[in-house]
């Protein structure tokens, strides 16, 4: 004899539905209370570099670090981090060291990271390059610098050095980002992102991108000869500061881009590198239309070295960076 089959309730469904929601909207809340309750977000912050720490201005206050010392006739050096969650002039350490005593140099933390003014305020490429430009007439103000800039700090330099040409010598990009020619826009999960910047959520989401085990992810991503403890661990201090969250989440909603950067990178005529590293950002192929320029020279790293080549081969950075101001052949004026 069949067994009569038993009814379901036309409600188990939706309750079972409703019962995860719940479950899934406390753990969120409690995700929430342990963020905002145990998170401290004024983490003691060092120098990130040997030089010494100057400061430009007030209320938009710019910090970079300054050392004088190197060979007579020696052009400084001018360094610019990338963009990230958890950037700084940290980045350039790798080759400050290096160039210490053989050049003067200078390297900025760009307005919202280390140092420098952060909080709610305008944050642009714009902005960043009109740091840069500020840097380079404190630090160095007569003759001619070399620029070095990392990721997407490269568009920055080079919208300063197509603004004031006569002040840069060389440009070197490590890793740079916008030479892919197309106009960028933010993805569907950054714009969301940045919509939740002002809500409750803002600062814990942000706080999970910069926890230790997101950073750690990052830097070994970025790097392929090995992860650097010092880069890890400021970059877990510099991101856990008051306003830290404001740059980054700019950065993440497309405040910062130029969709016409490739227009500017084929606009300068000084002798100019690119030197690509890591898969991100590297298009080789995008690369070539620059690499035809008479001024532009491309080395294509991206099979040996991350994102954060100037950590993995400071040495063959330096080298080049020395090479490009030695070739005056290079020089499209």
Same mark, same amino acid.
Not at 18 to 39: D, E, H, K, P, Q
Not at 204 to 218: G, I, K, M, Q
Not at 271 to 284: D, Q
């Given at each position: =004899?069949?067994?009569?089959?038993?009814?379901?309730?036309?409600?188990?469904?939706?309750?079972?539905?409703?019962?995860?929601?719940?479950?899934?909207?406390?753990?969120?809340?409690?995700?929430?209370?342990? =963020?905002?309750?145990?998170?401290?977000?004024?983490?003691?912050?060092?120098?990130?570099?040997?030089?010494?720490?100057?400061?430009?201005? %007030?209320?938009?206050?710019?910090?970079?670090?300054?050392?004088?010392?190197?060979?007579?006739?020696?052009?400084?050096?001018?360094?610019?981090?990338?963009?990230? =969650?958890?950037?700084?002039?940290?980045?350039?350490?790798?080759?400050?060291?290096?160039?210490?005593?053989?050049?003067?140099?200078?390297?900025?933390?760009?307005?919202?990271?280390?140092?420098?003014?952060?909080?709610?305020?305008?944050?642009?490429?714009?902005?960043?390059?009109?740091?840069?430009?500020?840097?380079?007439?404190?630090?160095? /103000?007569?003759?001619?610098?070399?620029?070095?800039?990392?990721?997407?700090?490269?568009?920055?330099?080079?919208?300063?050095?197509?603004?004031?040409?006569?002040?840069?010598?060389?440009?070197?990009?490590?890793?740079?980002?916008?030479? %892919?020619?197309?106009?960028?826009?933010?993805?569907?999960?950054?714009? =969301?992102?940045?919509?939740?910047?002002?809500?409750?959520?803002?600062? /814990?989401?942000?706080?999970?991108?910069? %926890?230790?085990?997101?950073?750690?992810?990052?830097?070994?991503?970025?790097?392929?000869?090995?992860?650097?403890?010092?880069?890890?661990?400021?970059?877990?201090?510099?991101?856990?500061?008051?306003?830290?969250?404001?740059?980054?989440?700019?950065?993440?909603?497309?405040?910062?881009?130029?969709?016409?950067?490739?227009?500017?990178?084929?606009?300068?005529?000084? /002798?100019?590198?690119?030197?690509?590293?890591?898969?991100?950002?590297? $298009?080789?192929?995008?690369?070539?239309?620059?690499?035809?320029?008479?001024?532009?020279?491309?080395?294509?790293?991206?099979?040996?070295?991350?994102?954060?080549?100037?950590?993995?081969?400071?040495?063959?950075?330096?080298?080049?960076?020395?090479?490009?101001?030695? $070739?005056?052949?290079?020089?499209?004026?």
């Amino acid at each position: =004899m069949t067994r009569p089959r038993k009814s379901t309730s036309p409600y188990a469904i939706p309750l079972t539905v409703a019962a995860g929601g719940l479950a899934v909207f406390g753990a969120g809340l409690a995700w929430l209370a342990y =963020m905002r309750t145990n998170i401290w977000h004024n983490v003691a912050l060092t120098a990130a570099l040997d030089g010494e720490l100057r400061m430009i201005g %007030s209320d938009d206050q710019i910090a970079y670090y300054h050392a004088v010392t190197g060979r007579p006739g020696s052009t400084p050096l001018l360094f610019v981090h990338g963009i990230s =969650m958890a950037a700084s002039a940290y980045e350039a350490k790798p080759l400050f060291d290096r160039f210490e005593g053989e050049r003067p140099m200078a390297a900025l933390d760009l307005p919202g990271f280390g140092f420098s003014a952060r909080g709610p305020r305008e944050y642009s490429a714009t902005v960043n390059a009109d740091a840069i430009l500020s840097v380079a007439q404190h630090a160095f /103000p007569r003759g001619q610098i070399d620029l070095v800039a990392m990721g997407m700090g490269g568009e920055f330099a080079a919208l300063a050095a197509a603004r004031q040409p006569e002040r840069f010598r060389t440009l070197t990009l490590v890793a740079p980002t916008g030479l %892919s020619g197309a106009s960028w826009a933010p993805p569907p999960a950054a714009r =969301m992102v940045g919509r939740l910047e002002r809500t409750q959520v803002g600062l /814990p989401l942000f706080d999970t991108l910069v %926890s230790r085990p997101s950073l750690r992810y990052a830097i070994a991503q970025s790097q392929r000869r090995g992860f650097d403890q010092g880069l890890f661990h400021y970059a877990y201090a510099t991101s856990h500061q008051p306003g830290a969250a404001d740059a980054p989440y700019a950065y993440l909603t497309g405040k910062l881009d130029t969709p016409e950067i490739l227009s500017v990178y084929a606009s300068l005529r000084l /002798p100019a590198l690119a030197i690509l590293s890591g898969g991100a950002y590297a $298009n080789p192929a995008a690369a070539s239309a620059l690499a035809r320029k008479p001024n532009w020279r491309i080395v294509d790293w991206t099979g040996s070295c991350g994102t954060n080549a100037q950590f993995d081969d400071p040495d063959g950075v330096c080298r080049l960076i020395d090479s490009l101001g030695q $070739n005056r052949g290079l020089e499209g004026r």
